[in-house]
């Protein structure tokens, strides 16, 4: 590590405008996730009782079925936000820790005193390796949590101190909020013991690595703190649950390797475009390590090239991966300028700029991002729920068909905040957390069409089969003499037993598209 201190750039200071760019950008996503529902739901059931049924009394296949929880803080302010501003609540939430994780990222790359050239396009570019991730949930703590110690890693290796301890506290309360909290662990762990490497190599005391790594066992230890509070017990079984659990990685999209999704996605698909962009980004930021090895930041490169590993192992981490290499890009592609004198003639420092022309050039950024929110619905009232049940759930309360419904995985929790207590669902995104692995085995083979599909329709008391119309199971669903297709529209399909008295209803098609929705 470097004892100067170069003359440091932070674009918060340099350029308030692009980074607000950079924001909404990040949070532009705006529609629901499948998960939504259930967030807010359960969160606004624990402010209401202070404490949540142990078993699953959603599920119709998982009666008393452990419900593990691990986000129970996550829920909770999402639930108060929702009590306190509905939909604007959530949008508040998601914003804020969009806005959060950017400023973050921002005061990191700051430390390592690398021009303005280097940190603008890696500012641009990580807010779109964000945004497909930035949902509705309470994953959204991973991101700014990490990018908080990433700023302090970031300020402790070019500055050569910073105040370390602030990761206890951070990571005691991020392991209440969501999973992920461990990621906060192992960085600092890495961190502490790459530094702890480099000084017995360089044969002076290790006391700053062991301090460090000291600093990640307290933050370990911080997270039993909270065991006293009941929905705080299932942290780390739920995720060692979910690490060491090979289904995971098979059934859930976002655990697949990022090779293995690069490679299934359709050709000129937007999932196939940002895969591209990703390793582009990552083969990039390692050319530029490669190319100025001397960057005096080896312990940042070491969590860099950790969360790296962790990108390509599950496309789910590429988020983590382009939080914590922002710095060390920033810092490598600074000295790669330098070293071809491309910095020679730098853009104008702020001094050198008049106050009007720099104000004006500020507000004509700022018009663009706030114009960029309003088309993508950022300072709209609602979240658009394309894509789910809407037009379903309404005939099914119309009509009151209540019981059990066989529902799209990913639909589950709708059908839950929208017709619970009188309808139960056989699955939703809760996945091995609330049900036991033969019945997401049976979902799995009903909803591909596998053998032993048909064997789910007759092993559970279904009353009702709620679908997506391309699912593969439709073709197994039009096939069956004792099922009766009762509604369709350009999203869903809701099947009925034969027998059952919904059989008899006329059936409602939409041949067009259905008018936007929005949540809840």
Not at 34 to 52: I, N, P, Q, T, Y
Not at 176 to 181: D, E, K, M, V
Request: aromatic share 12%; with cysteine; hydrophobic share 55%.
């Amino acid at each position: 590590m470097t004892a100067a201190t170069p003359a440091r750039v932070s674009l918060l200071r340099y350029s308030p405008a692009l980074v607000l760019i950079a924001i909404v950008i990040a949070d532009a996503r705006q529609l629901a996730d499948s998960d939504m529902w259930g967030h807010v739901l359960w969160g606004r059931e624990l402010l209401a009782h202070g404490s949540l049924p142990r078993g699953n009394p959603y599920s119709y296949s998982a009666v008393g079925y452990p419900w593990l929880r691990h986000e129970w803080l996550g829920e909770v302010t999402m639930g108060a936000l929702f009590n306190l501003f509905g939909p604007w609540g959530l949008k508040l939430f998601k914003f804020a820790c969009s806005a959060g994780t950017i400023c973050f990222m921002v005061l990191a790359m700051a430390e390592t005193a690398a021009p303005v050239l280097a940190q603008i396009p890696i500012l641009m570019i990580v807010p779109l390796m964000l945004l497909p991730a930035m949902q509705f949930r309470p994953t959204l703590f991973d991101f700014l949590a990490l990018s908080a110690i990433i700023a302090l890693l970031s300020r402790h290796n070019w500055r050569g101190s910073a105040p370390l301890w602030l990761a206890i506290p951070i990571v005691a309360i991020w392991s209440n909020l969501h999973g992920g909290f461990f990621l906060g662990i192992v960085v600092i762990g890495v961190y502490g013991a790459t530094v702890f490497l480099l000084d017995l190599v360089a044969r002076t005391s290790p006391r700053r690595g062991l301090w460090i790594i000291a600093i990640a066992a307290a933050a370990a230890a911080s997270t039993l703190c909270t065991f006293l509070i009941p929905p705080a017990r299932d942290t780390w079984l739920t995720l060692i649950h979910s690490i060491f659990n090979p289904m995971t990685h098979y059934a859930i999209e976002d655990w697949k390797p990022l090779l293995s999704a690069l490679m299934q996605a359709d050709g000129g698909s937007f999932a196939q475009k940002y895969f591209v962009l990703v390793l582009l980004y990552f083969a990039a930021a390692v050319l530029s390590v490669i190319l100025t090895p001397r960057g005096g930041d080896t312990p940042m490169v070491a969590v860099a090239a950790f969360t790296l590993a962790m990108a390509f192992a599950a496309e789910r981490n590429i988020p983590i991966a382009a939080i914590a290499i922002a710095p060390v890009f920033a810092n490598h592609l600074g000295l790669l300028f330098k070293s071809r004198d491309v910095t020679a003639a730098p853009a104008p420092n702020a001094r050198e700029v008049s106050r009007a022309g720099r104000l004006t050039m500020e507000i004509l950024i700022a018009v663009v991002a706030i114009s960029f929110a309003r088309l993508d619905g950022v300072l709209t009232p609602g979240i658009n729920v394309h894509g789910f049940p809407v037009r379903a759930l309404d005939f099914m309360k119309t009509h009151d068909l209540e019981g059990n419904v066989l529902a799209q995985y990913g639909w589950g929790q709708y059908v839950i905040w929208h017709g619970a207590p009188g309808m139960k669902i056989f699955i939703d995104g809760r996945y091995d957390l609330a049900y036991p692995p033969a019945v997401v085995w049976d979902w799995l083979k009903f909803a591909n069409n596998l053998d032993g599909a048909a064997q789910t329709l007759t092993a559970y008391p279904h009353d009702f089969v709620l679908l997506e119309q391309d699912l593969p199971a439709i073709k197994l669903m039009d096939a069956q003499r004792d099922w009766r297709l009762i509604y369709r529209d350009d999203v869903a399909r809701l099947y009925a037993r034969a027998n059952s008295p919904a059989a008899h209803l006329d059936a409602v098609t939409i041949t067009g598209k259905s008018p936007p929705e929005f949540f809840p």
